[in-house]
């Protein structure tokens, strides 16, 4: 796919510098002569998403670091969940500005109350004071170039009910209006949890207004536009957030612990799912948001992120990056391949002496060097991707570490643990494998 930009891009920013008027110390946006105008239209038996005019193709991330990477490597789109990043500041200049001053647009997100949160459907109060909310938001941020389409909510149906909650529908509807109303140069995209029958078929009754269907689905990425279709989805739709397979749809353990998918194997997983939305939606699906952009603890540190904690891009980056252009990154991220480690998946005697060893190579022929950490496993589970607290680790387990081998000792205290290897090429590329074991 080709990159598409503004035309005449360095003389769009001199006039961007010209139309800048101030923002205040209060954290109001940049105030802008124009803003842009977003469009969907039919476009043979799929949809065409134009913006000032011109075709405009969705690379998306989620996530708000490593921006200058992304689009260097050929992203278009940052997807956010709620409006309060907005307020925030990078390099002295709002969110916006800076996403802007890149050539990147953002989804911009809309938070919508979760009844798992405490959010009351029935409640006139908390209702009214969303709308009033959404209405404001909408308001303030509709005149910025770098808006490209309206985020309202994210997995915000009930869980248990097939078809999500009806009133939850019916207030989105409301909402999607409120937002028409406030800006008709903008589409509003709703993101749920899995393209099922009942739920998608539940939105379409309930909520009519609504312009791009946005679907969040892991193991069910792949076939996403083939599901919509049988459901009978006729408006465009995005694959909002994918990566590998979720923690609850992978093997485990005897003791109940999740077998996270190797790095190569997630790798392959994002470029085969963004290859094959994009063809099986023919023209319905305008983009994809890879998950995540970043780092995060949930079930571990290394399952969602595409990068490291300590700011190091994994193979999921590159595999993104020849997504969007065709062409891998100049310098791809070193690789882990088979790993014997005789306790992965066993159970060892406490302070017992263990031992393991790993492939690793580099496209590159780059010098890399190998971590190896003892970890607790997470008990720190919540719903949804919730924040997770980080569970504690042993490096002074590791006794003897030479390359690609460790030698340590298994923890004194009973319990599940994870042997974690991380590799670094010295450039900015790594990979991460763990290995979950049981002390006795």
Known sequence: MLSVLTPGRSRGLRRLALAFVFYSAAGCVAAFAQASVVKIAPAGSGWKLTRN?????????????????????????????????????????????????????????????HERHGFNYSNPSQVKSQRDAVRAAVRKYKNHPAVLVWGLGNEMEDPRNAGGNVKVWQELEVLAKIIKEEDPNHPVCTVIAAATNAKVSSLMEHYPSIDILGVNAYAAAVGTGRTLAEVGWKKPFMLTEFGPLGHWEVGKTSWNAPLEPTSREKARRYLDTHQTVMKDGAGRCLGTFPFTWGQKQETTGTWYGMFLKTGEKLPTVDAMAFAWTGKWPANRSPLIGNVTFPAFKQRVKAGSAQTARAEISDPENDRWTATWIVQSESTDRRTGGDKEAEPPAFPELTKKASGNQVEFTAPSKPGAYRLFLYVRDGKGGASADNFPFFVE
């Open 53 to 113: 005019g011109q075709p405009y193709e969705v690379r998306g991330i989620s996530g708000f670091e490593h921006l200058d990477l992304a689009r260097k490597l050929g992203a278009t789109t940052i997807r956010m969940w709620g409006i309060d990043k907005l307020e925030s500041s990078v390099n002295g200049r709002p969110f916006l500005d800076h996403a802007h001053s890149l050539g990147l647009t953002v989804l911009v997100g809309i938070w919508v109350g």
